[in-house]
């Protein structure tokens, strides 16, 4: 059976990843970004086709996945369905539904299906990239009520073919559930990992940490700009979050 092809959208640590991913279980895969970035990818062997384009990438696919920040996603939402088949499936791999499923639910986008790979490394961009980041690891759908069963089939099957498991979830359960699980522990690696800098003692013997503050201080190397245009996109769930965590501490252990 003929896979599909895949056009990914920003070839940074996740889109990067999914393409060579992809392109190791067989797909073809068209990539879009900076032209040192395509040369990269290109040179890996983790696309096949480099784009100057959204219109360009997504023009020959079957599936088109947005692997930018979630608030370029939702910028590029319109413009990638406006160049794509009418019958091509579109996906992105933001870490907040909300807005984007909103964008394509305004636009009646049937084809749409959220998607968010619970994956990462604290270091980013295209050379960070690694074909396993998925494997083994759950990867939530955020589908609309209107969403066409043949789109989630085909995002499905990309997701288990790039190793992950797929797992289906309302937009807004997503947000409320990443806000705890993964974007008020990236503030606490921040602020733990800032506090130890700002006392005069600590910081002269962070050499001589032990793993528990490095493995909950490892988040403090993620890129800050796009953590807060996360934590901007979710602030109301990651409010609230973060006032669960305070009346946490306050009570005894």
């Known amino acids: 059976m003929r896979r599909p092809t895949v056009a990914i959208v920003g070839l940074g640590l996740v889109g990067g990843s999914l393409a060579r991913a992809l392109s190791g ?26 784009a100057r384009s959204v219109p360009l990438a997504v023009a020959e ?13 939702r910028r590029l939402l319109p413009q990638a369905a406006r160049a794509a088949r009418a019958d091509v499936s579109l996906t992105d791999v933001g870490s907040v539904k909300r807005g984007i499923c909103g964008e394509a639910r305004r ?9 968010h790979p619970m994956a990462g490394r ?8 690694r074909p ?3 494997r083994g690891r759950w990867w939530i759908l955020t589908p609309e009520a209107g969403t066409t069963p043949a789109a989630l089939r085909a995002v499905r099957a990309l997701v288990r ?8 979830m309302p ?8 806000a705890f699980l993964s974007h008020v522990p990236q503030v606490v690696a921040w602020a733990l990992f800032g506090a130890a ?17 490095r493995d909950m201080t490892r988040l403090a190397r993620s890129p800050r700009a796009l953590w807060r245009e996360i934590l901007r996109e979710n602030r109301g769930e990651v409010r609230q979050a973060l006032a669960a965590l305070r009346a946490a501490l306050r009570r005894p252990v």
């Open 132 to 134: 396993d980041l998925f």
């Open 197 to 213: 800098r700002s006392d005069r003692v600590a910081k002269r013997h962070l050499g001589v940490a032990g793993p528990a503050f």
């Open 122 to 129: 604290e270091a980013s961009g295209f050379a960070a990239s």
């Open 61 to 73: 696919a079957d599936i088109v996945v947005l692997a930018a920040s979630p608030r370029t996603n």
């Open 161 to 168: 073919a790039a190793g992950a498991r797929p797992v289906v």
């Open 171 to 178: 937009a807004a359960e997503h947000d409320r559930a990443v």
């Open 25 to 50: 279980a067989g797909y073809r895969v068209i990539g879009h970004d900076r032209p040192r970035i395509l040369r990269e990818a290109v040179a890996a062997g983790a696309i096949a086709l480099a």
């Open 107 to 115: 636009r009646r986008l049937t084809r749409f299906v959220g998607g």
